[in-house]
């Protein structure tokens, strides 16, 4: 039987409504969700996804800047415009455009935002409290496919689940995430042996190599769920006749005869990491309204 | 054929040889090793430990202070001796005895520790610093089992490893560290279903579970390395005529038998905890020399 198609689509745009009716709430009592977003140089796809960022913002109410420093600057004014961002009260949440230029110190950078700003969950110490089951900000696709599977009503404490990729911005903060409910997590690599028999046994499988549609049906288990958090551009190949187009490290349409559940690329978890970032940024304005438990 | 033993009582005299002189040689340049342990209450077996600690320090020249706070005392009376250790330039290490009494907020006591001078790593930051593979300070157990597999020569890179057990203090930490060395790591629970499936594929086993002696033969692939991380005291037992000892949660006789390598307890993995504590104290006081990437 074909899998349930999680509609990603959906869920964000439920998302969406409610964190607009929670910008407009905070609003009314004199709180203004401001998110201020770097970036340094002129990276083409940092300031592609910041105009989108804008638009999404504006639409919600959320005040969006933008601030951008020369590609050559350094360290210390990179620091020195964080520093600005976390003493100033209007600034509920920071965003720090990655990667940076090779010269700059980024996990530095990423450790100098204050953890209550820090709507990515990125600095160290959010990660950290993540670890151990107090989090401030949580990473966003750590969030995002907490969300989906929250969701889908999946009870999460000893199911079997394995991730494949151990990315410092994807894998490993799921892997993390999903620890912290006391699931049973394997995580796997490029360097893993014998990757077949590590997501055989998985009730969930997360993907997410960065690899195109590696997951195959013999990956997976008969009714498992499969999350798909790859996003990955494929050229258009005349020999085959195929457009180019964007898919994810899973084959779909083998893979959603044999799952019960399963997140389509696009339209899965891309627009609810979308979607929860926003709502990052509304809890983090929040938060500070509260006393610091974390000073 | 039965195993080889490692010999956690040796490695661990071999690291206090290498602590001793490097504490010799600080000193010659100037620099005092300092540790200040913390205890609130009067926990019984805190104040053993820190007896025990203070002898060891002494004996290789690091200076140990212990702070006492009453039973009562709350948040900001140790949250004030923090950071009056952290701001006083004489203390190079900082060591937190867990647990607390439960009205105060033991992460939150945590996270104020300075990264720099917390030596047990158990600041968030410092998790997440291990996590992103760029460490000030890891947690202790995480370094000894890293260095009990390093001085065997143990390829990480790869490996199938299954960590039974997802404790704060050890498990989790170690499944970390142990995934920054893109190693493929399964993580357990007493909520795992068909544990023996998680572990039999395993080539190195890590138990710190807290469960006495649960790791029999059965879990363990031919071969594999077993380190075994659990303390458990056993009491006596009159029917069966078995005098009070402590075990791990490996059945050491049965498995040992099925390993290629393996720790015992007592005499493994606990000794060389100690002595890598004492070594991160001595890493803490040198890397205070020098300038601070994460401010």
Redesign the interface.
């Known amino acids: 039987m074909p899998a349930k198609i999680i509609q990603g689509r959906d869920l964000s745009e439920q998302i969406r409504q409610r964190n607009e009716s929670r910008v407009r709430e905070l609003a009314d009592k004199g709180v203004t969700v401001r998110l201020d977003a770097i970036i340094v140089g002129e990276p083409e796809s940092g300031i592609i996804y910041a105009r989108s960022q804008e638009r999404k913002c504006q639409s919600i109410g959320i005040d969006y800047r933008l601030h951008t420093l020369p590609g050559n600057a350094n360290d210390n004014e990179l620091?020195a415009l964080i520093d600005n961002l976390n003493s100033d009260p209007n600034v509920t949440g920071i965003l720090l455009n990655l990667p940076l230029p090779n010269h700059l110190?980024a996990?530095?950078a990423q450790?100098?935002i204050d953890p209550y700003k820090d709507i990515e969950g990125v600095?160290?110490?959010?990660?950290?409290?993540m670890?151990?089951?107090?989090p401030i900000n949580a990473p966003c696709t750590a969030l995002a496919v907490h969300t989906i599977l929250n969701e889908a009503k999946v009870e999460l404490?000893?199911k079997?689940i394995t991730v494949v990729g151990?990315g410092?911005i994807v894998g490993?903060p799921i892997?993390?995430a999903l620890?912290a409910e006391?699931a049973?997590?394997?995580?796997?690599?490029k360097?893993?042996?014998n990757l077949m028999?590590?997501t055989k046994?998985a009730d969930i499988l997360i993907a997410a190599a960065g690899v195109p549609e590696m997951i195959t049906a013999d990956h997976v288990k008969e009714g498992a769920i499969v999350i798909d958090v790859g996003i990955n551009s494929v050229p258009a190949d005349e020999a085959k006749g195929t457009p180019a187009r964007v898919v994810g490290d899973v084959l779909f349409d083998e893979v959603s005869q044999k799952a019960s559940l399963i997140t389509p690329v696009p339209g899965g978890v891309g627009p609810v990491t979308v979607a929860v970032l926003l709502q990052s940024a509304i809890d983090a304005a929040n938060k500070q309204l509260g006393t610091r438990?974390?000073?």
Chains 1, 2 share one sequence.
Do not use: M, W
């Open positions: 620091q110190d996990p530095a450790y100098a600095n160290p110490s959010n990660i950290g409290l670890f151990y089951g107090t404490r000893g079997n151990q410092n490993k892997a993390l620890i006391e049973t997590v394997d995580t796997c690599n360097y893993t042996d028999a590590h046994g438990r974390f000073r």
